[in-house]
């Protein structure tokens, strides 16, 4: 069956950095859209960022712009989040997510992992 799971999570102070991984098992990870979706205590799951199957194409929520960066490793089935000059609004559950066609909605991804949380500290 498929596997998303997150690791990398955990406690930073603002203005620090994370990176995210999340390793996929049980699909054709090079034919997927990967994304990162976030959720915060008693707010809806947003997105984050997304890169394409072949790592061409890249998106970013306008609030992580210049400080996020998405990739993706096909050979090792892995797609990575660097979280540089974080804040304390970025504190979140962090989920990856698994979509055959590029998108910032929640509901049109396939697969999800469990999540990592990120916690900033001000």
């Known amino acids: 069956q498929v596997q998303l799971v997150e690791s990398g999570g955990g406690l930073v102070q603002a203005g620090g950095s994370l990176r995210l991984s999340c390793a996929a098992s049980g699909l054709t990870f090079s034919t997927y859209n990967m994304g990162w979706f976030r959720q915060a205590p008693g707010k809806e799951r947003e997105f984050v960022a997304a890169?394409?199957?072949?790592?061409?194409?890249?998106y970013y929520a306008d609030s992580v712009k210049g400080r996020f960066t998405i990739s993706r490793d096909n050979a090792q089935n892995t797609v990575y989040l660097q979280m540089n000059t974080l804040k304390p609004e970025d504190t979140a559950v962090y989920y990856c997510a698994a979509d055959h066609f590029a998108s910032t909605r929640p509901s049109e991804y396939d697969y999800w992992g469990q999540g990592t949380q990120v916690t900033v500290s001000s």
């Open positions: 890169v394409s199957s072949t790592g061409g194409r890249k």
